[in-house]
């Protein structure tokens, strides 16, 4: 039988997929009702307990890179790093109640999403599109869109969106996470070089907060992830993606200093592929996890939660002795780029391949398992003999 060529194109090498809770148009959709009535049941950490271990997940070019764990609606919202979608992953049911598509953007192949994060200040979701180029060229070629979403999973509507090109002026790049304060700020840590950019509540007002120190040299890797601590969120933890040293800011100085306050770290474990770091909510403040590409999971504490100082408490390897088989199989070859809670009890692994070949015509690999290695065991286990 002869098909043509357009159908052929139009279906690609996924299967249709369908949200779990019916349609995504917000107008209609079951799936926005029951989202909406999920967000408003106001309550935090209320979530009901998620007891699965480690798990896969199954979605075609999923390929997620970061994501973060949204306590209203107890939903697992992951950046889609290669079709540069927000998928938005409900761990109850095993399944996504939408895949959020952006136009010009969604697999443009030209743009990524990565950074993805729930708001525990004002309930929104932030999301970060960022230009591949940095990421093809290892900062050589920083050029290319990047953009700051502010999405309201209530009323399922960006509420504004602000284009950090016209700031950086395209003289540095490669944005890749993102933290917030109480005062409504949004902080955007870039790598290309180390810059951090701070927009206000209502993305009227871009500042480069931080450097970049130089552009002369684009190519020399700077920070890698973003965490931000305390009632206020005044406490902001950086990582250097190229040693993994960990700095500490202060949100409400009017710009960072120069030069960057060392967190020392005991012993002095560090390394030099550092990519997402995170805070899992369910240790409030005094457990950072930094994701090492090929270690894994780097365990530090500060007891008090302050981090004047941190404490290495061993590193959990990817996959983990005493994964099951399959999701460690679902592991290989992959790199570790973020932690993720799911669940207010449950501390996940997130992996992602950064050089499957793209099947023709698309942008990104034909990969549809996505494994969710479970480390809170092991994260105990180091918090009681540390
Ligand atoms: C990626 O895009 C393909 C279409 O090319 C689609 O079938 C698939 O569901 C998408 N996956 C995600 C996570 O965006
Ligand atoms: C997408 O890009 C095209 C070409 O630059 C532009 O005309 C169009 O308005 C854009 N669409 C949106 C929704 O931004
Ligand atoms: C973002 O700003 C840059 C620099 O001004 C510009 O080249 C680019 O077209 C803008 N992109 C969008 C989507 O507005
Ligand atoms: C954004 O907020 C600032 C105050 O922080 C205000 O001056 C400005 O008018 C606001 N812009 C919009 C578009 O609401
Ligand atoms: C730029 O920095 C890289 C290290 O990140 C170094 O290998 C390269 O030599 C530097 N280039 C110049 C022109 O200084
Ligand atoms: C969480 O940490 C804050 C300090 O940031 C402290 O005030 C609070 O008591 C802690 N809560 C719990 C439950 O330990
Ligand atoms: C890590 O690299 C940064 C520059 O990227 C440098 O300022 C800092 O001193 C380095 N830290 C260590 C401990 O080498
Ligand atoms: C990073 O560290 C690993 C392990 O110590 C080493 O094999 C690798 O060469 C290092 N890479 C760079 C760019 O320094």
């Given at each position: 039988?002869h098909?043509?060529s357009?159908?052929?194109?139009?279906?690609?090498?996924?299967?249709?997929?369908?949200?779990?809770?019916?349609?995504?148009?917000?107008?209609?959709?079951?799936?926005?009702?029951?989202?909406?009535?999920?967000?408003?049941?106001?309550?935090?950490?209320?979530?009901?307990?998620?007891?699965?271990?480690?798990?896969?997940?199954?979605?075609?070019?999923?390929?997620p890179?970061?994501?973060?764990?949204?306590?209203?609606?107890?939903?697992?919202?992951?950046?889609?790093?290669?079709?540069?979608?927000?998928?938005?992953?409900?761990p109850?049911?095993?399944?996504?109640?939408a895949?959020?598509?952006?136009?010009?953007?969604?697999?443009?192949?030209?743009?990524?999403?990565g950074?993805?994060?729930?708001?525990?200040?004002?309930?929104?979701?932030?999301?970060?599109?960022?230009?591949?180029?940095?990421w093809?060229?290892?900062?050589?070629?920083?050029?290319?869109?990047?953009?700051?979403?502010?999405?309201?999973?209530?009323?399922?509507?960006?509420?504004w969106?602000?284009?950090?090109?016209?700031?950086?002026?395209?003289?540095?790049?490669?944005?890749?996470?993102?933290?917030?304060?109480?005062?409504?700020?949004?902080?955007?840590?870039?790598?290309?070089?180390?810059?951090?950019?701070?927009?206000?509540?209502?993305?009227?007002?871009?500042?480069?907060?931080?450097?970049?120190?130089?552009?002369?040299?684009?190519?020399?890797?700077?920070?890698?992830?973003?965490?931000?601590?305390?009632p206020?969120?005044?406490?902001?933890?950086?990582?250097?993606?190229?040693?993994?040293?960990?700095?500490?800011?202060?949100?409400?100085?009017?710009?960072?200093?120069?030069?960057?306050?060392?967190?020392p770290?005991?012993?002095d474990?560090?390394?030099?592929?550092?990519?997402?770091?995170?805070?899992?909510?369910?240790y409030?403040?005094?457990?950072?996890?930094?994701?090492?590409?090929?270690?894994?999971?780097?365990?530090?504490?500060?007891?008090?939660g302050?981090?004047?100082t941190?404490?290495?408490?061993?590193?959990?390897?990817?996959?983990?002795?005493?994964?099951?088989?399959?999701?460690?199989?679902?592991?290989?070859?992959?790199?570790?780029?973020a932690?993720?809670?799911?669940?207010?009890?449950?501390?996940?692994?997130i992996?992602?391949?950064?050089?499957?070949?793209?099947?023709?015509?698309?942008?990104?690999?034909?990969r549809?398992?996505?494994?969710?290695?479970?480390?809170?065991?092991?994260?105990?286990?180091?918090?009681?003999?540390?």
């Amino acid at each position: 039988m002869h098909l043509p060529s357009l159908a052929i194109a139009f279906l690609g090498s996924c299967p249709l997929w369908r949200p779990a809770l019916a349609s995504v148009s917000p107008a209609a959709g079951s799936w926005s009702h029951a989202l909406a009535k999920r967000h408003h049941r106001g309550r935090h950490d209320d979530c009901p307990l998620v007891n699965r271990g480690s798990f896969i997940i199954n979605q075609c070019q999923q390929y997620p890179e970061n994501a973060d764990w949204d306590e209203d609606s107890c939903l697992v919202y992951f950046g889609s790093l290669w079709n540069a979608t927000v998928a938005i992953y409900d761990p109850y049911i095993d399944d996504f109640v939408a895949i959020l598509e952006f136009p010009n953007v969604t697999r443009t192949g030209t743009e990524h999403i990565g950074g993805v994060t729930w708001d525990r200040f004002s309930s929104l979701i932030t999301i970060l599109v960022d230009s591949a180029a940095p990421w093809a060229t290892a900062g050589a070629d920083v050029s290319g869109t990047n953009l700051l979403l502010k999405w309201d999973p209530s009323t399922q509507t960006t509420l504004w969106t602000v284009n950090l090109t016209e700031t950086t002026r395209g003289a540095y790049g490669g944005f890749q996470d993102i933290e917030t304060d109480k005062r409504g700020n949004t902080y955007v840590v870039g790598t290309y070089p180390a810059s951090i950019l701070r927009v206000s509540a209502n993305g009227s007002d871009v500042v480069p907060w931080y450097g970049p120190p130089q552009t002369a040299n684009t190519t020399v890797p700077g920070l890698g992830g973003l965490v931000a601590l305390g009632p206020e969120g005044n406490l902001l933890l950086a990582n250097d993606a190229g040693n993994g040293s960990i700095y500490r800011l202060d949100t409400r100085a009017q710009l960072a200093p120069r030069t960057l306050a060392q967190v020392p770290i005991r012993p002095d474990v560090r390394y030099n592929d550092t990519d997402a770091i995170y805070a899992p909510p369910l240790y409030n403040g005094t457990v950072l996890l930094v994701a090492s590409h090929a270690a894994g999971i780097q365990v530090l504490v500060s007891r008090d939660g302050s981090w004047s100082t941190a404490e290495h408490l061993g590193t959990i390897p990817n996959p983990l002795r005493g994964t099951p088989g399959a999701v460690a199989d679902a592991t290989k070859g992959s790199v570790v780029t973020a932690a993720v809670q799911a669940g207010p009890n449950a501390v996940y692994i997130i992996d992602d391949w950064l050089a499957d070949t793209w099947v023709e015509g698309e942008v990104a690999g034909s990969r549809t398992q996505f494994p969710m290695p479970d480390i809170t065991a092991q994260i105990d286990a180091l918090l009681r003999l540390g």
